[in-house]
């Protein structure tokens, strides 16, 4: 075939790395780019090519023996055709079994290749996958915070598939294309000289166009990945948003979000596509032209008596396999760099700094003090301070209250208690050692979480319940359930604790799923329980059986409680009044009604 069977002029030039301006052949020098900063930067990709690279080696050497059986079959009709021309007898026995054998061993080696080839996709691009699934779950969780999670489901998917993509025809296209050209360029120089260095002075023209054709195409590929994203992002607020979209009337709304986005897509890939078939047409115009020029030249060796007949159809066999290798070295570069920005978005998330902790799973013996924050300085963008100088200090069985305006920190201090940012300067001691000290994990479960924002997985009541403690029986669950005032409801379901809740917990109202929430705090039993505003937009009966909830939790446990009602704070041993990031005053409320400051202002304005 003069146009390899794997070109797909819509799927390939795709997604060529757009990196800095590049001289000279384009399609190569952003391969070696890549390679280069594999080199200077450890690159999961390569190390996992390299480690299964017997695979791909296996299915080198089939491919470099299925040529050479290629080229002796040639030679083998080559010579019967001249000895045949020659007036001699030809006796179909004597070359037919070394034809037959050569056709089964051809077909033996073809198929043990693919087997090689299949087996080094399979094991790179799966062992790549699981790195970057298990990179997730050691992420900072600013990192997750801050990136657009339909970008994070898109490098799963759509950029993982890539990879698999670049293994099992990409890489191994490029290899084989090149030992074919070294074998075939090799017989034919064994053929005739001069027919060699006729090849090697007309096909460097298609490099020259290939690298063309990567510059023209370079400001659009790299914007694909970045529209994909935007899609899929407002396909996911679509989906997770539905009520709300449909409650003020938002439908035109994000029908035109999405219309736009899918114009700016469509464009892009009409573009792309133009190109793409163009090149089809360029490559087999180049394929062709050079082709021709040799086949003629070859006519004319025959003629001067320099080239044998059966040369001749020897030649022009191996021609049609060399031109497709030789124009398809280039080609095949271009269509690998589609894999390159892939792979560079998701060694971005390998490169991902990891949560840091310590080795200590116990805090020190003969403390009091659970939480003891001094002098802390925390902000998210690095530059603006969300905590100035903040101190607090909560002893064994205290239940404290935090109060204050909006954006006054409080929440800030949750994040860094369960240790999901570090502070940027001050100490934060758990338990008398210093959060850096702690393993994370062992340091978490010291806390149980009961937010505002209940976060409920698309599973059964029951398995929501149990991620609060995974050992736990069904009769510990049930009995959590009942110590949340939740246990009625459940029972009423269809399914009873079996019942799915739908995504976030869609099928259940905010009161119900702020009981689960507590049960699965009850159930995994942590010395801290953190309150973060866990009867806010609740009604009065709903919040009378949270707060009998909130009792049996309470009992016998460390509280920390976020509350912008105060008067479920009232009994709190001590309040703290945040604002500005720093602790303003602190105190019983008794106390701080009579001292008139900031924490009586806002009594008074609730």
């Known amino acids: 075939m003069l146009l390899s069977s794997n070109f797909n002029p819509a799927a390939n030039f795709s997604y060529i790395v757009n990196d800095r301006t590049q001289r000279g052949c384009e399609n190569f020098h952003s391969l070696f780019s890549l390679y280069r900063k594999m080199k200077k930067r450890k690159s999961y990709f390569l190390k996992y090519m390299i480690t299964y690279s017997y695979f791909l080696l296996g299915g080198i050497v089939c491919a470099c023996l299925l040529h050479f059986a290629i080229v002796w079959g040639n030679s083998v009709i080559s010579s019967v055709i001249d000895d045949m021309l020659a007036g001699q007898e030809i006796i179909l026995m004597d070359f037919l079994p070394r034809f037959i054998l050569l056709m089964l061993a051809g077909f033996a080696l073809a198929f043990i290749k693919q ?99 990567v510059k023209k195409i370079r400001a659009l590929t790299g914007t694909y990945r970045v529209k994909s994203d935007v899609m899929t992002g407002i396909a996911q607020d679509v989906l997770s948003g539905i009520l709300v979209l449909r409650s003020f009337g938002l439908e035109e709304h994000f029908q035109g979000k999405m219309h736009r986005a899918a114009v700016d897509l469509v464009d892009n890939e009409e573009q792309r596509t133009r190109i793409s078939n163009n090149a089809m047409l360029v490559r087999k115009m180049i394929q062709w032209m050079p082709t021709i020029i040799c086949a003629v030249y070859a006519v004319v060796l025959v003629g001067n008596g320099a080239l044998s007949i059966g040369g001749l159809l020897a030649f022009v066999v191996t021609l049609g396999r060399l031109a497709e290798a030789f124009v398809g070295i280039p080609f095949d570069f271009v269509e690998t760099s589609v894999s390159l920005v892939s792979i560079r978005r998701i060694e971005e998330i390998l490169h991902m700094p990891d949560e ?53 920190g409080k929440s800030t201090i949750f994040h860094l208690l369960c240790a999901f940012y570090r502070a940027g300067s001050g100490s934060y001691q758990l338990y008398g050692r210093e959060i850096a000290e702690w393993d994370l994990q062992a340091a978490r479960a010291r806390f149980a ?67 689960i929430s507590i049960a699965r705090a009850i159930l995994k039993n942590a010395p801290v329980l953190l309150l973060d505003e866990p009867t806010s937009a609740i009604d009065v009966e709903t919040e009378e059986l949270i707060q009998n909830a909130l009792a049996h939790v309470m009992k016998g446990r460390t509280c920390i409680t976020i509350a912008h009602r105060l008067s479920t704070v009232r009994n709190a041993d001590c309040i703290y009044v945040v604002s500005d990031g720093k602790i303003a005053e602190c105190g019983t409320h008794e106390s701080l009604l009579a001292a008139n400051g900031v924490y009586a202002k806002l009594y008074e304005q609730s």
């Open 115 to 213: 087997l090689f080839l299949g087996a080094y996709c399979v094991r790179v691009s799966g062992t790549y996958r699981k790195c970057v699934v298990e990179k997730l779950y050691r992420t900072e969780y600013a990192y997750l915070k801050s990136e657009n999670s339909a970008t994070v489901i898109n490098k799963l998917n759509a950029d993982i598939a890539e990879t698999e993509n670049l293994l099992s025809t990409g890489i191994p296209q490029i290899i084989m294309d090149v030992a074919a050209l070294i074998i075939y360029s090799a017989y034919v120089g064994s053929l005739n000289v001069s027919l060699l260095l006729l090849i090697f002075a007309t096909y460097p023209l298609v490099f020259w166009i290939a690298g063309k054709m």
């Open 356 to 408: 840091v902790g310590g080795t200590q799973t116990e805090g020190r013996a003969g403390t009091d003090v659970v939480i003891s924050l001094q002098d802390i300085c925390f902000g998210y963008s690095g530059e603006t301070f969300v905590l100035n100088g903040l101190n607090l200090c909560v002893r064994a069985g205290e239940h404290i209250a935090l109060v204050g305006e909006s954006g006054g």
């Open 449 to 515: 979480l009961v937010s505002q924002d209940v976060f409920l997985f698309p599973t059964t009541v029951e398995e929501n319940i149990a991620y609060g403690n995974r050992d736990a029986s069904h009769k510990e669950i049930v009995e959590a359930c009942k110590k949340a005032q939740i246990h009625d409801f459940i029972m009423t379901l269809p399914q009873g604790y079996q019942t799915l809740v739908g995504e976030r917990g869609a099928m259940l109202s905010g009161g119900q799923k702020q009981r």
